[in-house]
């Protein structure tokens, strides 16, 4: 059985109960830290789960490497590996990502719990896309 | 190309923020020049951009969230079966085309995932016993529901019948059948509804895109009990059809007044959707015809504006398609609808749900004898009727909505009805369907938040989220802010969280102040006033506040219902400094003040009729009481608010009078279902000290010692820690009668000892609760063996309570039992006949107080004090007559086996020797 968003962060809430001391004094920092979580949860399941093969390959064409649409757990990896590290740099970015694609959350939702303007968000967007798009061609080429 | 690093990352990340709010036409100018301003990062700018038009042709990280929605896949197995292809996404969840996964060769299934997700064990275990009992729903028009579940992980899933056909309304319209056709095909779906309700199973959510038709004209009603399963899961009750897709505040268009107001959900509900869909049927339109209304525009028409005569509905426009449609031409289309046949909608579409169709039945009859052109048992209006309705118009109809789906969760019983002029009416629904998305808003966060260390939650702490939530929002308007808060400290109320309560109403006054609507400030003040004397306060404070709140009120029939609500608080203030006699008068004032309201609401008139019990009760009025509680019972049921809080308070306060009745056996019924509805929020922690304490009293008087004692430590142990001091005051007391019982004189003394400061601190020297101390205090003493002080406590302990009483205050139901105590010290004492003056007496009381035919234990302490006083003074006969009527008192109230009673039996055979 798959999962679907709201069975999946009541699910996100039972693991990080076993997190010691994390204080959550406002929703936008919570949901942040939850939709990371949910990433892990995801790409667990999606490791768990009889994956059928829908792409997700890297491949290099001649105009130069070309990343499809990631659903394999392999490429979440990747992504999250990428995302961890893109967190260290821009904190904001990472959890935009994790919110929209992970989560599901539209530019207008997430721009509500953080306060800010739907133009801002997608910006961040567009910057976390270049980084991880960056990263993980890098990777391939290497 | 290489992975850039943290610093050229924040070196460049504005410049890239810069370039990407630029247009695409100009951002080739923005990065030459900065190429040449800044060579090197310059040019990494270039290579990100043009990286990211790549990425964008790419899509990359565009697709669909592999864990979000719509995440399941053709091939996946849900319970017995195999999901093939997503037929649909509706407001609800995603309904998947299933089979069988065991190869069996079965008709295909839909199968569809509800977006909610059960958090409790007990949550899913009742959707799962639901589906069950549903699934035998068997109707030739009703879509099968076959089975339901629940995944590992919470996901509820309902498998059902899969119909391969269209919605009503557009096959009617494809296969152009005329308004005979049409009303034997709605005859159909009639049947199936009668099936339902027969089954007491009411839909809900009827619907075109509910109702199906498949090729071979086979008519079937889908959805059916899905609305009844949530409904009885989650206590969306009323509200599911604003609430439950999603979340967002909806346009309710097929809702019935009734499930907007939050009145009573009824067959009668379905009625007026099935009306509205036969309307829809043959006018080509819904009677609300909902294009460009606003939410609150809607929500009027749906509750307030008498819908167009079907007749009348068809003209305009498209009227010439419309009747093309239906095989006819619009001028014979209009004759067809006018007369019997609009007044037969007409009646299935009243918004009074009581002037509708009782049954689906009769509505179906009706029908049936339009078509066959026999005359109609409906009444067309009168004229009186239709002009009525011009007066009706004033009335704006109050989206309790989600703020009632907050209170269905937290228990609260409904928000306070307010009345504007016609001026502000729109403004006014406009202003409740904001803080209804407001609330939205609050909800769904608190929902989401709502298991942070994955146990159920607890209404607390849902109520300190909620709190938390308001205060933070900004995006809430002053008004509403206040309102959400009265709303917030009152379930603390109920939840015997006075301290907390009191802190959030205090903001919600202060707050109030800067206001511009008087009846908001004025409620605020009362609803302060009223917290603060719970709280204990005893002070000037409460009664001011109150008497403020009243001043500012405005008058007026519409805001008779808001002052009626003032005056019920203030009552309750004049009842907790004492002063009962304007306790009750001002909840008389308050019931005639709510009859002028021009408003109907039947969660006013309950929390009067709860209240107008206490209020008897408090007076030691224990007659009146119980038969209001009594009536208040019966309505709330009528309500389905059986299941609140405020049915906690109701069986608390029922069950309370009647031990007072020394009804004791019916009293521990009542109380074990205060606590069971508070238990059902999976929370042992839930239970109020004050109903523990009181189960703990009626154990007592039932003999069950270590019962009582348990609970009564539990209760005070709890009063505690909320910071509860009447609750405390009265455990300590009960535990101190408990402990003397037992036989453990040094404990009860202790626990004596400890409440006697917090009684002083907390009430006026005049209380009678010291009364009560006192004649602990003497029994104690009289178990220790000095009868001196124990004869001379008791006799301070009535001065001090006959002085209450005089005083106008309560008292009155503790008379009996003391003048009992103190005949029983005299007796030892040796002052016989005082004994017999006091027994008689409390015995006469006793009788005036109860209802004739009744018997208590109280009567029967009476009696055998008074037999035991009697026989002492060598009465004899007089004696057993009391002893034998206390033995009966016994056995009719504990029970022939309880101790009490065979030792009047026993007494009263003694004596006849």
Redesign the interface.
């Known amino acids: 059985m798959s999962i679907g968003a709201t069975t999946l962060l009541h699910q996100a809430y039972i693991e990080m109960a076993g997190r010691d001391g994390v204080d959550f004094p406002d929703r936008a920092r919570f949901m942040g830290y939850a939709a990371r979580v949910m990433r892990g949860l995801i790409i667990d399941h999606a490791r768990s789960r009889s994956a059928q093969k829908r792409g997700g390959q890297f491949h290099i064409t001649s105009s130069g490497v070309v990343v499809e649409q990631p659903t394999d757990h392999l490429e979440l990896e990747h992504l999250s590996a990428a995302l961890d590290e893109l967190a260290e740099v821009d904190a904001c970015l990472a959890e935009v990502v994790d919110l929209k694609f992970f989560c599901g959350f539209t530019f207008a939702e997430i721009a509500g719990m953080r306060n800010v303007s739907e133009r801002t968000v997608q910006r961040q967007w567009e910057k976390a896309r270049i980084y991880l798009h960056r990263k993980l061609s890098t990777e391939i080429e290497n | ?4 690093s ?1 610093n050229q ?2 070196e460049i ?1 504005p410049y ?2 810069e370039v ?2 630029l247009p695409e036409e100009e951002r080739a100018a923005y990065l030459a020049k900065f190429e040449q301003e800044r060579p090197e990062l310059g040019r990494l700018l270039k290579e ?1 951009i043009e ?2 038009a ?2 964008n042709d ?12 719509g ?3 053709p ?4 319970g017995a079966y195999r999901l093939i292809s997503l037929i649909g996404e509706g407001g609800m ?1 995603t309904v998947w085309l299933a089979e069988r996964s065991d190869g069996r060769f079965e008709r295909k299934v839909a199968i569809k ?1 509800l ?3 059960l ?1 409790t064990q007990t949550g899913s275990g009742r959707f799962k016993r639901e589906g069950r009992i549903l699934a035998q729903l068997a109707h030739p028009h009703i879509a099968e529901l076959i089975d339901a579940g629940v ?5 509820p899933f309902i498998v059902l019948e899969h119909i391969d056909g269209q919605p009503i309304d557009a096959w009617c319209d494809e296969q152009r059948l005329d308004v005979g056709a049409r009303i034997a095909l709605f005859l159909d779906v009639l049947s199936a509804v009668s099936h339902a309700h027969a089954n007491l199973v009411v839909h809900r959510d009827i619907k075109p895109s509910n109702v199906l038709v498949r090729n071979d004209g086979c008519v079937k009603l889908l959805d059916f009990g899905i609305a009844k399963l949530l409904a009885e899961d989650s206590e969306l009750g009323s509200v599911t059809q604003l609430t439950m897709d999603g979340g967002s505040a909806l346009t309710p268009q097929y809702a019935a007044p009734e499930q907007i107001t939050g009145g009573a959900i009824t067959t009668a509900t379905d009625v007026y959707a099935l009306g509205a869909l036969l309307y829809q049927l043959l006018a080509g339109k819904h009677p609300t015809s909902s294009e460009a209304l606003s939410p609150a525009e809607l929500v009027k028409a749906i509750t307030d504006t008498e819908p167009p005569r079907l007749s009348e509905a068809t003209t305009g426009g498209s009227s010439t398609a419309l009747a093309e449609k239906r095989s006819t031409t619009q001028e014979r289309l209009r004759r067809e609808l006018r007369g019997d046949l609009e007044t037969v909608i007409g009646k299935a579409l009243k918004k009074n749900p009581s002037e509708r169709y009782a049954t689906v039945g009769a509505f179906a009859d009706d029908l049936r004898r339009f078509l066959k052109h026999e005359p109609i048992s409906a009444r067309p209006d009168s004229l009186l009727y239709r002009a009525g309705k011009f007066l009706r118009r004033n009335r704006t109809a109050v989206v309790l909505g989600t703020l009632a789906l907050l209170g269905t969760l937290a228990g609260l019983t409904g928000t306070l009805l307010q009345a504007r002029t016609a001026r502000k009416q729109r403004d006014f629904a406009f202003r409740q369907l904001a803080r209804a998305e407001a609330s939205n808003e609050l909800i769904s ?1 608190v929902l ?2 709502a ?4 146990k159920p939650f607890k209404v607390n702490d849902l109520l300190h989220r909620a709190e938390r939530i308001v205060k ?1 929002q ?1 995006a809430v308007d002053e008004t509403t802010r206040v309102e959400l808060l009265d709303a917030i400290g009152e379930q603390y109320s109920t939840q015997d969280e006075t301290a907390k309560s009191v802190q959030v109403l205090e903001d919600a006054y202060q707050l109030s102040r800067r206001v511009p609507d008087a009846s908001v400030r004025a409620s605020a003040a009362c609803n302060l006033a009223n917290s603060l004397a719970r709280s204990g306060e005893n002070g000037q404070r409460p009664e001011s506040l109150f008497q403020e709140g009243m001043r500012e009120m405005p008058s007026g029939p519409e805001y008779a219902s808001l002052r009626a609500d003032c005056l019920l608080r203030g009552s309750e203030v004049a009842q907790e400094r004492g002063d009962i006699k304007t306790g009750i008068a001002r909840v008389l004032d308050a019931q005639q003040v709510s009859q002028e309201s021009i408003f109907h609401n039947k969660v006013l008139e309950l929390s009067i009729a709860i209240d107008t019990a206490s209020a008897y009760r408090v007076a030691g009025q224990n007659r009146e009481a119980t038969a209001a509680y009594q009536r208040a019972a019966e309505m709330l049921k009528s309500l389905g608010r059986e299941n609140t809080q405020n049915a906690v308070v109701l069986f608390n306060n029922w069950a309370y009078a009647l031990n007072q009745l020394g009804r004791p056996r019916e009293a521990e019924k009542l109380y074990q279902r205060a606590m069971s509805i508070s238990r059902d929020s999976d929370d042992d922690d839930a239970v109020s000290p004050m109903v523990l304490l009181n189960y703990a009293k009626t154990l007592r008087t039932l003999g069950r010692l270590q019962e009582a004692s348990g609970y009564a430590e539990q209760a005070s142990t709890r009063a505690k820690a909320k910071g509860f001091a009447l609750a405390l005051n009265q455990a300590l007391l009960e535990r101190a009668r408990i402990y003397r019982e037992i036989g453990e004189i040094d404990q009860s003394d202790a626990m004596l000892r400890e409440v006697e400061p917090l009684l002083r601190h907390d009430l006026p020297p005049t209380h009678y609760a010291f009364a009560v101390l006192e004649i602990e205090q003497a029994q104690n003493k009289f178990r220790r063996g000095d009868l001196k002080a124990a004869l001379r406590m008791a006799d301070d302990a009535l001065a001090t309570d006959e002085k209450s009483i005089k005083a106008g205050g309560q008292g009155s139901d503790a008379l009996p039992g003391l003048l009992i105590s103190r005949a029983t010290i005299e007796l030892k004492a040796d002052a016989g006949d005082r004994a017999v003056a006091d027994a008689s007496r409390a015995v006469r009381l006793l009788q005036e107080q109860a209802e004739p035919g009744t018997f208590s234990t109280q009567r029967g302490r009476g009696y055998m004090t008074l037999g035991n006083a009697l026989k002492a003074q060598g009465r004899l006969e007089e004696a057993r007559q009391a002893f034998q009527l206390s033995g009966a008192h016994f056995e009719n109230a504990l029970g022939a086996d309880h101790q009490e009673t065979r030792s009047a039996v026993q007494s009263a055979g003694l004596n006849a020797k």
């Open positions: 190309m290489s992975t850039i943290r990352w924040q990340n890239l923020d990407l709010s990100l990286e990211h790549v990425l790419e899509a990359f990280l565009c697709g669909q969230s592999p864990g979000g929605f995440a399941f896949v091939g996946e197995v849900a969840g995932f977006r909610l997700s958090g995944s590992g992980i919470g996901q966060f989401s938040d298991a942070p260390s994955g933070e900004s």
